[in-house]
């Protein structure tokens, strides 16, 4: 489970202080999937990246999976993202001068994996994501639609406990983003836990639950059945 408790985020420039989260509260549940909304510069993707272990709150608490974070360094948060947590983000951020095959690759590659199970693995989520016939490319030959299933498959090819996806369909037409957010719903229907920053509310829709953030606080939460 992720839970926070009053978690607060200060950025301090120039002697002006500002607070991006003003005392959050909340719980994730195991296999949920979250949607996290709210107007820009409200504090979704400073939540975002606390969650995802890519920085530390200024005050409060973060429990993930049952270990306190909150006050973890940076080598620690590396060392317990690796595995348990892939990201998916609006702009894919896929390494160019990688192959399609050597990006999915990657994780397994940071968690030491044995080469014939990286095979199987890489090869298994190329096939989940229907581009095992674009392996060999190069990303900038692929269409957005393609790019984004690639980071999919790399978000998930090391089977972590958490997705966080950014925007996930922020840079895709209508019909691509409808598609990404089916491959989500598949991987939350599999027990992968989902909690994902938008600005969509069609895409929201396919959330358990909608946090609404307003001034770096929960103002409103809705359940879907």
Do not use: W
């Amino acid at each position: 489970m992720i839970k926070t408790h009053n978690l607060h985020k200060l950025f301090t420039t120039d002697e002006v202080e500002t607070t991006a989260l003003n005392g959050i509260n909340m719980e994730i549940q195991p296999g949920e999937f979250v949607a996290i909304m709210g107007p820009s510069g409200c504090g979704k993707s400073t939540l975002l990246n606390i969650l995802g272990l890519l920085d530390n709150p200024s005050e409060g608490e973060y429990h993930f999976f049952g270990t306190e974070v909150a006050k973890m360094s940076e080598r620690q948060r590396a060392n317990l993202r690796k595995g348990n947590i892939g990201f998916v983000f609006q702009s894919f951020n896929l390494i160019d001068e990688l192959t399609v095959y050597e990006n999915v690759e990657l994780p397994l590659l940071y968690l030491k994996t044995p080469a014939g199970d990286r095979k199987k693995k890489v090869e298994a989520q190329l096939e989940r994501m229907n581009i095992m016939h674009r392996r060999n490319h190069f990303p900038q030959q692929l269409s957005g639609g393609q790019q984004q299933r690639v980071a999919i498959a790399r978000a998930v090819v090391a089977n972590p406990k958490v997705i966080l996806a950014d925007e996930p369909t922020g840079n895709l037409d209508s019909t691509n983003g409808l598609e990404v957010m089916n491959l989500l719903t598949q991987l939350n229907q599999g027990g992968t836990t989902i909690i994902m920053v938008t600005h969509s509310p069609h895409d929201a829709g396919f959330a358990h639950r909608i946090v609404n953030l307003f001034d770096g606080k929960v103002v409103t939460e809705n359940f879907h059945v």
